[in-house]
C-alpha cells in the first residue's frame, strides 16, 4: 500500500466540498450557511466546503469522508481520487449487509446505585434531587460495570433505547448506546408546556436543570429531550406525539458541530415551530455549571454572563 505524503493528504483535505459535490453531479440547494444535497435527507454541506454533516444517518467529516460515503470507496481510493492521482489496486469497500435487528435488552443493573451518584452530583456538578429523579423514574441506573446508563421509553412506558456512560473520571471512558436501541425514543424530561428544549447529551439535560435552579427557577414546565448525539430522528419522532409543541430551543453545544446542527434543524423545521437558540457560554451547559459551582467554590460569588431566566422573555436576540 502506497503511503501518502503529508502534503498529499493535506491537499485531499484542502478540496472543496461543493466544488467536488457539483461534480460528481449532486445537486445543492443553498440555504442560509450552508448548502443541501437534494436526494440525500438530512445531508448538508457547510458554506465554506471544507466539512458535511448526514443528520440522518448521525455521520460527517471532511472531503475524504464525503468521497468515501458518496462514492463507496475506502480512504486510500478517496485520496487518490481527491489529488487526482492514478486508483490504487485496492478492491472498493464492499456495501456493509444490514444485521437483523434482535431484541432490545437493558443491561444488568448493580445492586447499588453510589458510583452513578458520586460521578454525576461530585464529578458532574449536578444537583442531587435532578439525579434522584431520574432515578426513581427508571430513566437513570448504575449497570454491573458501574457505568451510568440513561434510558429512553416509548408511548407505552417501555424501554427503547439507552445510552451508557462511564462514571471515570481518570483513564479511559466509554460512552456509547446499548445494542438495539431505537434513537426515536430519547432519554427525556416529559413537560407540559408548547416547548421542547433540545440536547445533545442526558447529562446536558441534567446539568441545564441545575443551572434553572442556581438562578432560582422553581417552575419550569418545557419538555426537555437528548437527541444522543446530532441526528433528529428523536426530534422528530418526539414532535409527532406532542403536537401541543410549536417551539423549540435548540441548547445544543457550542462549537461548531453544533452551530452547524443548529441551522439544519431550523431549515427544517422553522416553517412549523418558533425556533430559539440557548447556546452555552462555554462548550457544553454541564462546562458552564462546573465553571458557576467553582467559582461560588472560591467565594467569588457573581452572577454570570448567561441569565436563564432572560432567555425566556427576551425571544427576539435569540431567535435563528
Keep these: 500500500?502506497?503511503?501518502?505524503?503529508?502534503?498529499?493528504?493535506?491537499?485531499?483535505?484542502?478540496?472543496?466540498?461543493?466544488?467536488?459535490?457539483?461534480?460528481?453531479?449532486?445537486?445543492?440547494?443553498?440555504?442560509?450557511?450552508?448548502?443541501?444535497?437534494?436526494?440525500?435527507?438530512?445531508?448538508?454541506?457547510?458554506?465554506?466546503?471544507?466539512?458535511?454533516?448526514?443528520?440522518?444517518?448521525?455521520?460527517g467529516g471532511g472531503p475524504i469522508q464525503f468521497v468515501m460515503e458518496m462514492e463507496?470507496?475506502?480512504?486510500?481510493?478517496?485520496v487518490y481520487t481527491l489529488i487526482g492521482t492514478e486508483k490504487s489496486t485496492l478492491p472498493i469497500r464492499p456495501k456493509p449487509v444490514p444485521e437483523e435487528k434482535g431484541p432490545f435488552i437493558l443491561p444488568d443493573k448493580n445492586d447499588t446505585y453510589k458510583h452513578v451518584i458520586a460521578y454525576l452530583i461530585q464529578s458532574r456538578g449536578i444537583d442531587k434531587e435532578v439525579v434522584y429523579d431520574f432515578?426513581?423514574?427508571?430513566?437513570?441506573y448504575e449497570n454491573s460495570q458501574r457505568s451510568c446508563v440513561?434510558?429512553?421509553?416509548?408511548?407505552?412506558?417501555?424501554?427503547?433505547?439507552?445510552?451508557?456512560?462511564?462514571?471515570?473520571t481518570q483513564g479511559k471512558s466509554y460512552r456509547g448506546d446499548v445494542k438495539n436501541s431505537d434513537k426515536a425514543f430519547p432519554f427525556s424530561h416529559v413537560g407540559r408546556s408548547d416547548t421542547v428544549c433540545v440536547f445533545e447529551s442526558p447529562i446536558d439535560l441534567m446539568s441545564y436543570l441545575t443551572l434553572l435552579e442556581y438562578h432560582g427557577i422553581e417552575t419550569f414546565?418545557?419538555?426537555m429531550i437528548s437527541l444522543g448525539g446530532l441526528a433528529d430522528k428523536v426530534l422528530e419522532h418526539y414532535l409527532s406525539i406532542h403536537p401541543?409543541?410549536?417551539?423549540?430551543m435548540l441548547c445544543l453545544d457550542n462549537d461548531a458541530a453544533g452551530?452547524?446542527?443548529?441551522?439544519?434543524?431550523?431549515?427544517?423545521?422553522?416553517?412549523?415551530?418558533?425556533?430559539l437558540r440557548h447556546s452555552p457560554t462555554g462548550k457544553d451547559f454541564n462546562e458552564d455549571l462546573l465553571t458557576i459551582k467553582s467559582s461560588l467554590q472560591i467565594g467569588q460569588v457573581r452572577e454570570p454572563s448567561i441569565g436563564y431566566e432572560g432567555k425566556w422573555d427576551s425571544e427576539e436576540e435569540m431567535e435563528l
Excluded at 437534494?38 to 443528520?55: Q, R, T, V
Excluded at 463507496?72 to 478517496?78: G, I, L, Y
Aim: net charge neutral; with cysteine.
Design 259 to 275: 452551530h452547524f446542527a443548529c441551522q439544519q434543524l431550523n431549515e427544517k423545521y422553522h416553517e412549523n415551530y418558533k425556533i
Design 135 to 140: 432515578i426513581s423514574q427508571d430513566k437513570l
Design 150 to 168: 440513561f434510558v429512553g421509553y416509548d408511548e407505552k412506558n417501555e424501554p427503547k433505547y439507552a445510552s451508557v456512560r462511564s462514571t471515570n
Design 221 to 223: 414546565d418545557h419538555h
Design 244 to 248: 401541543e409543541i410549536n417551539r423549540m
Design 72 to 78: 463507496d470507496k475506502n480512504w486510500v481510493d478517496a
Design 1 to 59: 500500500m502506497k503511503r501518502f505524503t503529508e502534503d498529499e493528504i493535506a491537499k485531499a483535505n484542502d478540496t472543496n466540498i461543493i466544488a467536488y459535490a457539483n461534480h460528481i453531479g449532486l445537486v445543492l440547494k443553498k440555504i442560509g450557511l450552508s448548502y443541501k444535497v437534494k436526494g440525500h435527507g438530512g445531508l448538508y454541506i457547510d458554506a465554506s466546503g471544507s466539512k458535511w454533516n448526514w443528520f440522518s444517518k448521525d455521520i
